[in-house]
């Protein structure tokens, strides 16, 4: 008995002390201090455990980056067995083991044909694009092009948080307040079907505007910048299928760059390693990082082409060089579990036995579809988008935050999700089981169902 009060005493402190000293990311923060926070203390497999004992299934891969599970024994191992050794040295005029390896490791897995030949580390997605779009720029200055300033987005793209993957991102509800302090990009649609006027054409209809837009600024644009396959921050927004080959040879017709975001896709998200691998596209720079560590610790990475790479050679007085790094660039610590993250992916033959799980989800949304509130679903893989919307089909009032009631509501039901706006995600980890799989979409049907 005791210990119970004790537990649900320090739980009551831990949330106080949460509301009174932190500021949550991409969070309304009245609504979160007028609230009861879940405070997680443990994890174990695909579930996450409060501090009060209570058990959720992480619907959501915590944030988009869990792969294999948490307290998973060799990735544990993995970071146990660097601590021993050293957990960080710079990269900065220094080499280390544990970095080399994985680059070794990461460039087959992520090319389609040897392309991909360099691996520049940081810390997070946003970073990885930040570092990717000053890569395309300084390509162009050092190639004797400066002219090419330029770049291209889709409109709902998300590429991360700060000031030059920000000026990528097409989402007015984050973006738009920082437009003053932005560089100026070039949107096109996003080749949704569902939401493009020109539904199962929406893939040709974009490549065409694009066509226009590259002959309008020919010599003007270093790079296109895309979420292959599927739009995650934007609302799990799935492309016309052919839009990333069309695009590709776009790119290469008009000798722009493309830029890959395989942040939120890549790691098994969408059923196979790589989103861009569906299509056999070849990117000219991959950006990398949620699912690289299989969600243990902040690692991301820019891979690029040895053509790129060798645009920055010269003697240092010709300015050819890329000054930018990050203090932890390469940590030794993350390097050591993503390098246990992929072979896992190997050992456990991760993505082969995603197939059946795929079209456990599939089958699951189709029975969702029929409920009055859910107004359209969306599937890549193990990444889903729910829509809901008031029975008569029009949108609900954004102000009502169904969406995020929904979510909690879930919770009831032992789920942790996250929506984006009234857009139930789902994104479970590329490893869970069939079982908990089942359990997940089971429950959030009941959720939606009994929620109306
Ligand atoms: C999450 C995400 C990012 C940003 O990654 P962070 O690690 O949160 O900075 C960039 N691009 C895409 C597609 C993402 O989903």
Request: glycine share 0%; aromatic share 0%; net charge neutral.
């Given at each position: 008995m005791t210990d119970k009060v004790d537990v649900s005493h320090r739980s009551d402190r831990l949330r106080r002390t949460d509301q009174r000293c932190l500021w949550h990311p991409f969070t309304p923060m009245r609504l979160w201090l007028a609230d009861e926070p879940v405070v997680i203390e443990r994890g174990e497999g695909f579930w996450l455990i409060d501090t009060d004992g209570r058990r959720y299934i992480d619907g959501v891969s915590s944030l988009w980056c869990n792969v294999h599970g948490h307290r998973v024994e060799q990735l544990d191992e993995a970071i146990r067995g660097q601590l021993d050794k050293i957990a960080h040295s710079t990269l900065l005029g220094l080499a280390c083991d544990v970095s080399i390896e994985l680059a070794e490791a990461l460039l087959p897995v992520a090319s389609i044909g040897g392309e991909l030949t360099r691996v520049f580390y940081s810390d997070s997605g946003s970073e990885a694009v930040e570092i990717a779009l000053k890569i395309a720029y300084q390509y162009w200055q050092n190639k004797g092009q400066p002219k090419r300033r330029r770049f291209i987005a889709l409109r709902e793209g998300y590429h991360g948080d700060t000031v030059g993957s920000v000026s990528l991102g097409g989402i007015d509800l984050f973006h738009k307040i920082y437009h003053p302090l932005l560089f100026e990009t070039i949107f096109v649609d996003s080749p949704c079907p569902q939401f493009h006027p020109a539904g199962e054409n929406a893939g040709e209809a974009v490549l065409d505007q694009l066509d226009v837009v590259m002959r309008t600024h020919r010599g003007e644009i270093c790079a296109v910048t895309v979420e292959p396959l599927i739009q995650g921050a934007g609302g799990m927004l799935t492309h016309a299928r052919g839009f990333l080959q069309g695009l590709r040879e776009l790119t290469r017709r008009h000798d722009v760059l493309l830029i890959a975001d395989e942040v939120a896709t890549g790691f098994g998200r969408t059923g196979r390693m790589f989103a861009c691998h569906h299509e056999g596209v070849a990117c000219d720079l991959m950006c990398m990082a949620k699912g690289l560590t299989g969600g243990y610790l902040p690692l991301a990475a820019t891979l690029t082409t040895e053509e790129i790479f060798e645009a920055f050679l010269g003697e240092p007085t010709e300015g050819k060089t890329f000054y930018h790094g990050h203090t932890y660039t390469g940590n030794a610590l993350a390097c050591a579990v993503a390098l246990a993250s992929l072979k896992r992916f190997q050992t456990e033959r991760v993505i082969e036995r995603m197939a059946p799980k795929i079209d456990l989800i599939t089958r699951r949304l189709a029975e969702m579809r029929p409920l009055p509130n859910v107004a359209r679903t969306r599937q890549c893989g193990f990444m889903v988008g729910i829509d809901l919307a008031r029975a008569d089909g029009k949108p609900f009032?954004?102000?009502?935050?169904t969406g995020a009631a929904v979510c909690q509501a879930a919770r009831r039901c032992g789920i942790i999700i996250r929506p984006l706006g009234d857009t139930v995600v789902l994104m479970p980890a590329p490893a869970m089981d069939a079982e908990t799989l089942d359990r997940l979409l089971a429950g959030v049907t009941e959720t939606i169902d009994a929620f109306f």
């Open positions: 009032d954004l102000a009502a935050r």
